[in-house]
């Protein structure tokens, strides 16, 4: 079992940044891959970014390439989310989730457990 606790979300200007945190309760935190989900208000949840259980391995949706930088701490059970260069189009709840070392990762794939969300708002 592990469960999610997502933090650092807010209202920001276009333009600003935001890290998002997630922190992770168990003892094999190390055996997940993490992803990072976003859903805006009348639309489906979709992946954002994710991060393989091992290697140096990453995945971000072709809308936030370049702004965005997912990361791990396995030492502290922490996963993070920066995000730069925030757009009013990624308004949305952002959640965190955790799925088993070998299952898919990548892109809009199933998760076994995800954290509640939390809110982050882009002003134009």
């Known amino acids: 079992q592990v469960r999610l606790i997502e933090s650092g979300g807010g209202l920001v200007q276009a333009g600003d940044s935001l890290r998002l945190s997630c922190a992770a309760s168990?003892?094999?935190?190390?055996?997940?891959?993490m992803g990072w989900f976003r859903q805006a208000p009348g639309k489906e949840r979709v992946a954002v970014a994710a991060?393989?259980?091992?290697?140096?391995?990453?995945y971000y949706s072709d809308s936030v390439k370049d702004r965005f930088t997912i990361s791990r701490d396995d030492a502290a059970n922490m996963v993070y989310l920066q995000m730069n260069s925030l757009k009013p189009d990624d308004t949305a709840v952002y959640y965190c989730?955790?799925?088993?070392?070998?299952?898919?990762?990548?892109?809009?794939?199933?998760?076994?457990?995800w954290g509640r969300g939390t809110q982050v708002t882009v002003s134009s």
């Open positions: 991060i393989r259980w091992k290697g140096p391995y990453t």
């Open positions: 989730a955790a799925v088993e070392a070998g299952r898919s990762w990548t892109g809009n794939v199933e998760y076994r457990y």
């Open positions: 168990g003892r094999t935190f190390s055996s997940y891959s």
